[in-house]
């Protein structure tokens, strides 16, 4: 929106004309989101702490989480009220991926609100069920994947699987695209969800893997750039830019409450969303490789969780003390916050070995 009434202005003053760079605009993204995070979440964590909407901890979990019980949740609202702000300020409103990747954002939030909202409202332990859960997701993620697939510009670069640090391989998918793009929406969503079960673990590595995709989504949208890098080149994909510093900003001000000990919690509201919107920006840029290359902390959870209900399934027997694996480490003595930093730790590293997917080609 002030995009628009910047450019307005550059009529009486052509200082204005700033308001029109991409990675200026990015910039006020991140800021507008923080700023809102931070005005608005106080107020959010004594209203959830006064409606006493906390969190239910496993009894067979480390017992150190004992002490979160009641901890006010469902606070990735906050991040969702950020993002989308601060996207619709500073974004185009003609490019057709920002409605895409908003859409998914807020159609991931209602299945996880309503997820939360059974268990922390309505005092429903099973909270929506599994299976009604995927319905929606796979839902959501059919329509955004639809949209994608039937409004591409160049289906033979936007329909393609990109195989990073190889230069100019392609797989044309057809109408598996579609296939690919909702499994990967899915997937992420679920995995993020998986990883939040410490304080800051998820959020940290989320807007790290975000800011990656940013810088990516900006190059592949900049004929220039995807030129000298040797990418394909996707027109209005750098807007995506924009979504990602906003959701960058709006994380670290959620971290800011978030961070251990943890004054709210995410909640399905937060993770499943967050997770959908990478998995979304990952699939629009072309990425859906590297992002499992950035995402690693929540491939290796997700993969923790199959192989431990797995091996229980098929042997009788745990791989690990507990899943997801954050849990196996705490219960071999390591403390939360020794966790956390090392999680985020390993995320910086696999993001900077995505982004050199950029140059080793």
């Known amino acids: 929106m002030l995009l628009y009434a910047t450019e307005y202005l550059t009529r009486f003053a052509s200082g204005f004309n700033v308001f029109g760079y991409l990675t200026m605009r990015a910039i006020l993204g991140a800021l507008t989101a923080l700023v809102i995070s931070f005005l608005i979440g106080p107020a959010m964590i004594r209203r959830l702490s006064v409606r ?18 009641g901890t006010p949740t469902m606070g990735g609202a906050l991040i969702l009220v950020a993002v989308a702000i601060s996207t619709l300020l500073w974004s185009s409103l003609e490019n057709r991926f920002v409605w895409i990747v908003l859409g998914v954002m807020v159609a991931f939030g209602l299945v996880g609100f309503v997820d939360d909202y059974r268990k922390l409202i309505l005092r429903d332990s099973a909270g929506l069920s599994a299976r009604s859960k995927m319905f929606w997701q796979s839902l959501a993620a059919l329509a955004a994947a639809v949209a994608l697939f039937v409004t591409a510009e160049n289906p033979a670069v936007e329909t393609a699987l990109l195989i990073p640090y190889f230069k100019d391989l392609l797989i044309p998918l ?6 690919l793009a909702a499994f990967v929406i899915v997937g992420t969503s679920n995995a993020v969800n998986l990883t939040d079960g410490l304080d800051g673990l998820a959020i940290m590595p989320a807007v790290l893997v975000g800011t990656g995709l940013g810088v990516i989504a900006y190059v592949t949208g900049n004929v220039n ?12 994909v750098g807007e995506m830019l924009v979504f990602c510093s906003s959701l960058a900003g709006a994380g670290l001000g959620f971290l800011w409450f978030n961070t251990y000990p943890a004054q709210v919690f995410m909640g399905d509201v937060g993770a499943l969303a967050i997770g959908a919107a990478l998995g979304a920006v990952a699939v629009i840029a072309r990425q859906e490789i590297v992002l ?4 690693g902390v929540f491939v ?26 954050h849990h196996h480490f705490e219960l071999k003595g390591w403390a939360e916050p020794k966790v956390i930093v090392r999680f985020w730790i390993i995320t910086v590293i696999l993001v900077l070995v995505g982004l050199a997917s950029l140059k080793i080609r």
């Open 52 to 69: 006493q909407i906390g969190q239910n901890i496993r009894r067979d979990g480390p017992e150190t989480h004992l002490l979160k019980a």
């Open 225 to 236: 750039f995807a030129g000298y890098l040797g990418i394909p080149y996707v027109a209005g």
């Open 292 to 295: 499992m290359i950035m995402g």
């Open 300 to 325: 290796i959870e997700t993969v923790s969780v199959i192989l431990q209900v797995s091996s229980f399934k098929l042997t009788g027997r745990r791989i690990f003390r507990m899943a997801p694996l």
């Open 174 to 179: 057809g109408f598996f695209y579609i296939v």
